[in-house]
């Protein structure tokens, strides 16, 4: 029996012996062909304008190319389940958002892990929120909104990039902090959701990167930013805390993550490529003109900062009530 236990456990070192030799090998020659990146959104918002801030670099570091795929759908479901459901080979990753942590606290159809189900890569930036109405819009202030929303309960509308999404969980603390009723309208992505805002088909939205060019060029008017301090691209602007309200401080944020078992040498080597891109100057430069503050931590520190977040925001659905089914 021992001699057998014996030969068991030399065969069982054998085999792992070999399955890190053949992921050291596998890593060596990775990527070798394109790498998907899947948004679950629709183009033109804060998550796309973030991924194609990084993409050119990161394909110089990485000697490949990103193909950026959208699919948008059942409140980032689609997009997060296509990813979950990829080979662990490196070859598919997902570019995610505040959805993707909050989404199994408040659906029952979210049935996965964002912790043991994926494997975090690396955070690109963090953006904070810009409250925003319509340019024909009769409030030029935070207070002339809240006096309007206080005495006519039901009445206004938001949208936001989809259910769970940053700009939600935002507005849903913004409504919760000040007691009010405000009918939600969620939209594929804040770039449709913009266009709708645009177009005064709701009375405001809170979002990010996507709506900094339109405050800028007056086709739309900002009232409040989630930031501790202005931001240089809108000083204008006034923050939430400023005005007495430091208790809406949701911001949003966009990281990459590949599937749950993706070796960990090839996760270290895209993590290298994109922290490198996001260090590059040319890059920065592109995060910070859309108001995003750029990261491009370890994974072990995007895991944690994914924990805290997972935190807060579950907060903020119990406080708000948010559940989906």
Request: with cysteine; charged share 15%; aromatic share 8%.
């Amino acid at each position: 029996m021992r001699w057998g236990i014996h030969h068991l456990s030399l065969a069982l070192i054998a085999a792992l012996a070999f399955a890190l030799s053949a992921g050291a090998v596998f890593a060596q020659s990775y990527p070798n062909r394109p790498i998907h990146v899947i948004v679950p959104y629709g183009a033109g918002g804060g998550t796309d304008i973030t991924v194609r801030s990084v993409q050119k670099k990161t394909e110089e570091l990485l000697g490949q190319s990103l193909v950026i795929e959208y699919r948008a759908g059942g409140g980032t479901l689609i997009g997060t389940k296509a990813v979950e459901a990829a080979p662990a080979d490196g070859y598919t990753l997902g570019a995610f958002d505040p959805a993707f942590i909050i989404n199994p606290s408040i659906s029952s159809s979210a049935n996965y892990n964002p912790l043991k189900d994926f494997r975090p890569v690396s955070l690109i930036s963090v953006t904070p929120l810009i409250l925003a109405v319509p340019p024909g819009s009769p409030f030029h202030s935070l207070k002339e909104l809240l006096d309007y929303a206080k005495a006519n309960p039901g009445k206004l509308t938001y949208g936001s990039p989809g259910i769970g999404s940053g700009g939600h969980m935002a507005m849903e603390q913004f409504c919760h902090v000040f007691n009010l009723k405000i009918v939600h309208d969620p939209y594929k992505g804040s770039g449709p959701g913009i266009v709708a805002l645009l177009a005064g088909q709701m009375n405001m939205m809170m979002v990010g990167s996507g709506i900094t060019p339109y405050v800028q060029q007056g086709k739309l008017r900002a009232l409040a930013v989630t930031s501790e301090k202005r931001l240089p691209a809108l000083p204008d602007v006034p923050t939430f805390i400023e005005l007495g309200y430091p208790n809406v401080n949701v911001q949003t944020f966009a990281g990459i993550v590949a599937p749950a078992g993706t070796p960990k040498e090839v996760v270290d080597k895209l993590h290298d490529a994109i922290a490198a891109a996001v260090r590059s100057p040319e890059v920065r430069d592109k995060l910070e003109k859309f108001n995003q503050f750029p990261v491009g931590n370890t994974p072990k520190e995007f895991t944690t900062f994914l924990q805290d977040n997972m935190k807060s925001l579950q907060a903020v659905a119990h406080d708000s009530h948010i559940k989906i089914d």
